[in-house]
């Protein structure tokens, strides 16, 4: 994650007779998840199938579609690549995505599927002025949406530009817009339905799939993970260092700081991430919302510890010296150069099965999830801003699932043109950025709303606003834009004055303080007079119901 310029017409092992079977692979998922949107799309008929698949997935099957949603390409590519380049560090990635489950557990999943409707703003405008919190809401979700957007397509991007051989920036741009193209008729044709049970099917598929993988590399090494770590460490070069803290951003105290900066942002992130907050709406009641994240904890919980035989073994069985494949990508094509590896290797026929399906998978992953955050950003743009803000009568379902839809497209567009130019950006970093956003902007609001009486109108807004732009102000001017040569986003300039590259450990405090700050210079206290309402049913249930059918 210290390095953003990630050349991705990088040569991958797959041989030209073998991208036979990986575009047939391709296209049968693409045509499996192409019929199962078809499918749920004949199900829409009112807003909350649109918005929240009618309320009828099972705490078992919402587990599945969370744990699809959260297991991205940064999760499958990026933090195994992590780990096979940075060892013990990479490997905190994937506790601190674990461990964001507990938060998102005990504060957030039952009491916000209680007591909003279909989007995050729902909860917050219950109690507060409608037009200032939607709109905030809605432009803290969008922007999110946005850099998780754009990590995912990249990602495609340079996944079926490697594995196909395309070098050329226009073909690999092609790429990308074909990404969009699908993601806009996933969500203006299944809605949240669709998406949904395309999330299932993924995550089914990415949990085979990295269980093969990690069985193969263990056996390999005889079931000892002693042996896998001390063979990692040993090809690596770097000895014992690599299985010690430090090698991602030092051990000065900077470094120090940024990678506690980095790991707050992750462990409070989640609980503030949109488009996993509105699965909560998916389920009939708060005991399905329970069993959903309990359901996506076990299911997180395995995936993440396989990512330590993942990226172990990469560093064991690939070469990721400088100038390799695993290294020149930034560790992005450690797990399908992996499976490569465990499957016979460069030219075997094995190999090349194996890395087709992994490749599949990971594709898989990226048009599920794609389609999951574009259909939030649809969500928050018609029911929150037009449908409450912008109209000056209320529209009917109709009118609102239409702007939803033409929303969709037009998210989907933005995505696609700022990804383009975005395609030599670490991935990872824009994931990171997003969850920085999420908890200093989201996080805050949702606490102070459910807990604290006094908190006003004002607020709310200042608290997003504030921790959206503390967050996206504080990147711009680190090293991660400008200040460190190659390893910047603009090289040649330096106009970075803060020293992190990860602004969580600034942003999130003042998302937290701003909020503090709006709601005792806010004049406007009528707020309090709806706070017993909601506490009893957040807690309780009680009314949300009815809620739920308005």
Known sequence: MNA???????????????????ISLFTAVVAVTLYITWWASRQNKTAADYYAGGRSFSGAQNGLAVAGDYMSAASFLGISGQIALYGYDGFLYSIGFLVAWLVALLLVAELLRNSGRFTMADQLAFRMKQKPVRTAAATSTIVVSIFYLLAQMVGAGSLVGL????????????VIVLVGALMIVYVTIGGMKGTTWVQIVKAVLLMAGTVVITFLVLLKFHFNISDLLGSAASKTGKGEAFLQPGLLYGKDLTGQIDFLSLGLALVLGTAGLPHILIRFYTVPDSRAARRSVQWAIGLIGVFYLMTLALG?????????????????????????????AVGGGAGSTGGAILLALIAAVAFATILAVVAGLTLTSASSFAH??????????????????????????????????????????????????????????????????????????????????????SAVVLVFFSPVVSGNGEKSMITGADFHWFPLSNPGIVSIPLGFLFGVLGTYLG?????????SELSVRALTGAGAEGAAKH
């Open 4 to 22: 953003l310029l990630v050349p991705l017409a990088l040569p991958l092992a797959a041989e030209p007779g073998n991208r036979t079977l990986t």
């Open 163 to 174: 594995l196909l051989g395309v070098k050329s920036e226009g073909l690999k741009a092609a």
């Open 312 to 340: 172990f073994g990469a560093a064991a069985l690939l070469n990721t010296a400088k100038g390799s494949a695993v290294e020149a990508s930034k560790g992005n094509v450690a797990s399908p150069l992996l499976a490569e």
């Open 384 to 469: 929150d801003l037009y449908a409450n803000v912008m109209s000056k009568e209320k529209p009917t379902e109709k009118q609102e699932l239409r702007v939803a839809r033409f929303a969709a497209i037009g998210i989907g567009a933005v995505a696609i043109g700022l990804a383009i130019p975005a395609q030599k950006l670490n991935i990872a970093f824009l994931v990171a950025l997003a969850f920085a956003v999420a908890a200093s902007a989201n996080l805050p609001a949702l606490l102070f709303n459910l807990f604290w009486k006094r908190f006003n109108t004002s607020g709310a807004v200042w608290s997003i606003y504030g921790g959206l732009i």
């Open 523 to 531: 004049r406007d206290r009528s707020s309090e007079n709806r706070y």
